[in-house]
């Protein structure tokens, strides 16, 4: 999948942007805080409506306006020249594709792959536990509409049953009728993710390899809030945890507490590994997405390089381009012009506007 | 402007589907605009005020001792359809795919807006269950999150110790999250028809 044309509007400080985007290996050059990260984050936006630097929406919308838009052209493998139209509002968001409204995002999602690498990845592995749930959660939802629903009905059940252990007496039927619906939604996140760790964690080794990392000491390892991944067995949890969690007012155990750790050797990663390696777990894991997503679609996902490809050595940079092949088309932005500029179309970003070179 | 004009904004604010601005216009319509709809209008709610109730059994609008569907002989009462709100049952009766008796609930359980079981209309159904004889319950609450938290509340509270009454739910093929006001009468028949044993 490739795009070739993207147009924003009132999306971030960009009122209105407009580019051609028809090659293979696209470079935004510029200075910071010009727009090329938001050039990215727009096309982003395609496989889940969903941005992979913020959970806040409204950061999204330019000020004082009602919704941010991306529009984009696309060459697609399957569904050749396709325009994607992406508004997001404080509200809703919404898509269309070729002009039709998509009215189920089960009918959408895996359609249009796109796997970014950013230079503040590390922070997913020395950040919160939040950060890496919003990561995996995005990683699995972004092609598997099933794990997308789950995951929203369990929140919402989540917030009914703190709503009643709020309450100054909850009643027990009430917190057993919510816990019902809690507990199929819990069993069915806690798969998805452990499932898709396991074959993160195998991807993880293989690019650590190509990258030039220990690939015997690389490892991923889901450290759920419980590993049940039955729909009976979470109804036991949440009755056995109604005491405590009454006491406290809130639900205390569940996939909303959920982690996942980087392992180097027999230990957590941000305790043992250097600041080289940690950016290369974080490298291979993105890789590992790259393979994953790749394998999930069936398509060659669109590569975001937002400002990390100045800073990969030799051996990074070559496993970089190894796992990549040639059928992704890839957007990076960097401060300085890529070594080899001829490869590259370059775009120069200006104040939020975008230049051919 | 006037405070006894805004005393009937809010008032009218706080009736579903009515916001800030369409309670406005009403307000304006009834006493400014068209000042002659307004005394035919209080008249008419005065008077269904005075027929109208809740059928003791069911829930349903009616203005004899019981509304015209448990009163119908022609039914069968050992089938209770239980919904959320009146106008879901006419739309069950629009679609014509059924011919028991309902249980009207009101509401259904939601945290967010305070509405737990004492809100609801269960103690009628508690003595329909100790009362009549009941062979099935079909289950036709919304498909979202607090729909079928209530199913769960219902099958829990009042099904679990009647193994002989079959259960079942519709609401599988209607758009997600939504109600079944706004379901047409095939896609209404064909949920009835599909009904799944529930549990
Ligand atoms: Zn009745």
């Known amino acids: 999948m490739r795009i070739t044309h993207l147009r924003m509007a009132d999306f971030r400080n960009v009122s209105f942007a407009e580019t051609a985007l028809d090659a293979p290996r696209i470079f935004l050059l510029g200075a910071n805080g010009q727009g090329k990260t938001n050039l990215l984050e727009a096309v982003g936006l395609l496989p889940a409506l969903r941005s992979f630097r913020t959970p806040e929406t409204a950061l999204l919308i330019r000020h004082g306006a009602a919704a941010a838009q991306m529009a984009c052209t696309l060459e697609h493998e399957r569904e050749g020249t396709v325009t994607v139209q992406v508004t997001i ?37 020395r950040g919160a536990p939040g950060r ?78 190509g990258i030039g990392l220990p690939s015997a000491v690389a490892g991923l390892a889901y450290e759920p809030s419980a590993a049940t991944e039955d729909a009976g067995g979470w109804e036991e949890i949440y009755l056995r945890q109604r005491k405590a969690d009454t006491l406290l007012r809130t639900t205390q155990r569940g996939p909303h507490r959920d982690d996942f750790l980087f ?55 070559r496993g970089f381009w190894e796992t990549l092949g040639d059928d992704s088309q890839v957007l990076a932005t960097g401060t300085v012009p890529p070594e080899s500029a001829k490869e590259w179309r370059t775009l120069r970003v200006e104040q939020g506007n975008y230049f051919t070179v | 402007m006037s405070p006894a004009f805004e005393n009937v904004r809010q008032l009218l604010k706080q009736l579903p589907g009515l916001g800030h601005r ?22 008419a709610l005065g008077q269904a005020a ?27 009462a050992r089938r209770i359809c239980i919904v959320e709100q009146v106008p879901d049952l006419l739309a069950l009766e629009r679609s014509g795919a059924y011919h028991g008796h309902y249980h009207v609930l009101h509401g259904k359980l939601s945290p967010i807006q305070g509405i737990g079981p004492e809100q609801l209309n269960f103690a009628p159904l508690a003595a329909r269950f100790a009362a009549e004889e009941i062979s099935e319950i079909i289950l036709a609450l919304s498909n979202d999150i607090e729909g ?26 209607l758009p997600s999250g939504s109600g079944l006001t706004f379901a047409d009468p095939a896609t209404l028949k064909s949920a009835i028809d599909a009904r799944r044993n529930y549990l």
Not at chain 1, 96 to 104: H, L, M, P, S
Not at chain 1, 202 to 209: G, N, S
Not at chain 2, 22 to 43: G, I, Q
């Open chain 2, 50 to 76: 005075e027929k109208i109730h809740r059928c003791p059994h069911c829930g349903h609008l009616c203005e004899e001792e019981t509304c015209l569907i448990c009163a119908d002989p022609r039914r069968d």
């Open chain 1, 89 to 125: 509002s404080s509200k809703k968001k919404s898509a269309t594709v070729d002009g039709e409204n998509i009215r189920q995002m089960s009918a959408y999602l895996g359609r249009f792959p796109v796997v970014a690498f950013c230079s503040d990845d590390i922070e997913l592995l």
């Open chain 2, 22 to 43: 369409s309670a406005e216009r009403l307000a304006l319509h009834l006493l400014v605009e068209r000042p002659d709809r307004l005394p035919p209008l209080l008249t």
């Open chain 2, 148 to 173: 079928e938290a209530t199913c769960h509340y219902i099958q829990d509270t009042f099904l679990r110790e009647r193994p002989n009454i079959t259960v079942s739910r519709i609401g599988f093929g």
């Open chain 1, 132 to 209: 890496r749930r919003r990561w995996l959660d995005l990683a699995i939802a972004a092609h598997d509409p099933e794990y997308l629903d789950a995951l929203r009905r369990y929140h919402a059940a989540l917030t009914g049953r703190n709503l009643l252990l709020r309450q100054p007496e909850p009643s027990a039927g009430e917190l057993s009728a919510f816990e019902k619906v809690l507990a199929p939604c819990a069993a069915a996140v806690v798969r998805a993710r452990r499932k898709t760790l396991e074959e993160l964690g195998r991807e993880l080794v293989a690019a650590c390899e």
């Open chain 1, 263 to 317: 392992r180097f050797g027999a230990h957590p990663a941000r305790d043992v590994a250097s600041e080289g390696q940690q950016r290369g777990l974080v490298l291979g894991l993105a890789l590992a997405q790259l393979v994953l997503v790749r394998r999930r679609t069936g398509l060659a996902p669109i590569v975001l390089a937002d400002d990390i490809l100045g800073e990969l050595d030799p051996a990074r940079k």
